[in-house]
């Protein structure tokens, strides 16, 4: 049930943060914290989404921060369908997605809104984000294909040269220009109201992953432009939901690919990267539990039984027809 609602429709709001929670307290407090430094209530709002959290991650919000729209779910329905709560919620002309693991410095929020209402052919865009020690995350990416996947689980995108074994992330890329991406990481992902009222919200068929990069799909098949514009900075800890579901978030992880491939490729397509994961969670449990043979330590012998509970459960990668 929703703790705090919105008594009217204010046609000033401007931007709409949505951030869903699932069990992170602290985190959450403290990326609260960072978007209330520059809040302006006559031209934003906060919606939090909680997913049904067993610690007291809605208690801080209501005693800590009572200017934000709480919706309070009795479990976890997934990212996509509490992001679909959060824009039915919304009243902003831009809707931006935040992770609770963020922290947003400076005037970040200001600039993105700034930039893309001067880009009236932009649908979404991305900001420079940050790894917890400062260094460049690699969010911004190409889409998820069959050679890109190829180059990812076979370790050819560590190597330097060429450069084209780094398309996938995009990794010879500094993101210090302005540029078009056919993928917004979900951390911080500044959208028009107007292009989810066309395109439609994020698919409830993925749980946790994979939902943005089905959605950036669709936009640009709409033909919208997807655009990474430095024009500010978050910092991304990227330590919220996603420890919490241990080998379960490969598991996730690997179905929302293939779920991907089935949906917007071919039957053939959906087979081969299913093939493609499972050789690379077959090759990641051998080498590990030789590893652990031979050298017995604690790290080797949990690598190992990790990707051993993901081939247990392979089975899960395929995706289900949902009812």
Request: charged content about 25%; aromatic content about 10%.
């Amino acid at each position: 049930m929703k703790s705090a609602l919105k008594e009217a429709h204010d046609e000033s709001v401007l931007l709409s943060i949505i951030i869903v929670n699932w069990n992170t307290e602290e985190l959450l407090r403290d990326c609260l914290t960072s978007v209330f430094e520059k809040y302006d209530s006559a031209l934003m709002e906060v919606i939090v989404i909680d997913n049904g959290s067993s610690d007291n991650s809605c208690d801080i919000v209501r005693k800590n921060f009572p200017g934000v729209i709480l919706q309070e779910n009795t479990q976890n329905v997934g990212f996509a369908a509490a992001n679909n709560q959060g824009f039915r919620l919304a009243e902003g002309r831009f809707v931006l997605l935040l992770n609770s693991d963020t922290l947003v410095h400076g005037d970040v929020l200001k600039s993105s809104v700034e930039w893309i209402d001067k880009h009236p052919d932009v649908a979404a865009m991305g900001c420079k984000v940050l790894n917890g020690d400062g260094s460049t995350q690699l969010t911004c990416s190409q889409y998820p294909s069959i050679l890109n996947l190829i180059l990812l689980t076979s370790g050819l995108w560590k190597i330097p040269w060429p450069k084209f074994f780094g398309r996938y992330q995009l990794k010879h890329w500094n993101r210090d220009c302005e540029r078009d991406v056919e993928v917004i990481s979900g951390c911080y992902l500044l959208i028009r109201k107007k292009v989810i009222d066309t395109v439609g919200p994020l698919d409830e068929d993925f749980f946790f992953f994979g939902e943005e990069t089905d959605w950036c799909r669709r936009i640009r098949d709409a033909g919208w432009r997807l655009v990474f514009a430095p024009i500010g900075e978050i910092t991304h800890f990227g330590g919220g939901t996603v420890k919490q579901l241990h080998y379960r978030r490969d598991i996730m992880l690997s179905e929302a690919v293939v779920r991907l491939h089935k949906k917007h490729g071919s039957f053939l397509g959906a087979c081969s990267v299913y093939l493609v994961l499972l050789t690379f969670n077959s090759s990641r449990a051998f080498y590990w539990t030789i590893i652990s043979t031979i050298k017995n330590h604690t790290h080797s012998k949990e690598r190992a039984l990790h990707f051993r509970k993901v081939l247990r459960h392979s089975r899960e990668i395929w995706p289900q027809t949902k009812p």
